[in-house]
């Protein structure tokens, strides 16, 4: 079974401009959910969502903003880009259905988004 | 408000030691608690969880064990290897959200 696979890898933007990163899940999850980490402040929750809709949110300006397709892929969007967004930004995919360890979630390698 | 929190920044253990990485939460509505493990260039990779019903749980080197009362868990590495070098996120789960938190991570040094 094929891992989580986030694109692009890398990723360098100016200020100003906007960004979308992609993620694939797990064949058969239907709940993706995006963390952003910067050193010193762990895996902070952006979002989640479960069957094309938004079900979880955290506590991100709307610059941020995300969408999932039928076919569970999810797409993150960050517009006007600051300085601050600079960080790795992880998806992570999971049943989303089932209580406890069954709904385990499996992150990608992440995209690294420097802003300059 | 930062209700999964790790306060140990880095820990370094020599090899062969027991490593003990500590997590405190302030949620009483987790109902499962995880363990992560990442490298650099990765993303994080499940290592261990237990039910908030258990005490304890044990997975060959890994253990985990949950205080409830003191809302408090830990995760005890026997032996420690220098493969085990990484930064180990604490997660807490609700299933009625289906919502995690993650903690802000340890960095685990184990010397050779």
């Known amino acids: 079974k094929a891992g989580v696979t986030q694109t692009p890898r890398y990723l360098i933007k100016t200020r100003g401009q906007q960004v979308t990163l992609s993620c694939s899940p797990i064949?058969?999850?239907?709940?993706v959910s995006w963390y952003q980490q910067t050193p010193g402040q762990g895996l902070q929750f952006l979002f989640e969502?479960?069957?094309?809709?938004?079900?979880n949110k955290g506590n991100f300006p709307g610059r941020f903003s995300g969408r999932q397709f039928s076919n569970s892929r999810s797409e993150m969007n960050v517009s006007t880009l600051e300085l601050g967004d600079s960080a790795l930004y992880l998806c992570?995919?999971?049943?989303?259905?089932?209580?406890?360890?069954?709904?385990?979630?499996?992150f990608g390698a992440g995209t690294r988004l420097s802003v300059l | 408000d930062q209700q999964v929190k790790q306060n140990s920044p880095s820990l370094s253990v020599q090899e062969g030691r027991i490593s003990i990485l500590n997590c405190d939460y302030t949620?009483?509505?987790?109902?499962?608690f995880l363990w992560y493990k990442k490298y650099p260039a990765e993303g994080p990779t499940f290592l261990i969880s237990?039910?908030?019903?258990?005490d304890k749980n044990e997975d060959g080197r890994f253990t985990v064990f949950l205080n409830k009362s003191a809302k408090h868990l830990s995760l005890h590495i026997v032996p420690s290897q220098p493969g085990d070098s990484a930064v180990y996120f604490c997660?807490?789960?609700?299933?009625?959200?289906?919502?995690?938190?993650f903690g802000t991570g340890t960095r685990l040094k184990v010397l050779a």
């Open positions: 997660a807490a789960f609700t299933s009625g959200t289906y919502k995690y938190i």
């Open positions: 237990i039910s908030s019903i258990k």
């Open positions: 992570a995919s999971s049943p989303g259905d089932r209580g406890g360890v069954k709904n385990i979630q499996y």
């Open positions: 064949s058969g999850h239907r709940s």
């Open positions: 949620n009483s509505m987790f109902d499962y």
């Open positions: 969502y479960f069957s094309e809709t938004q079900r």
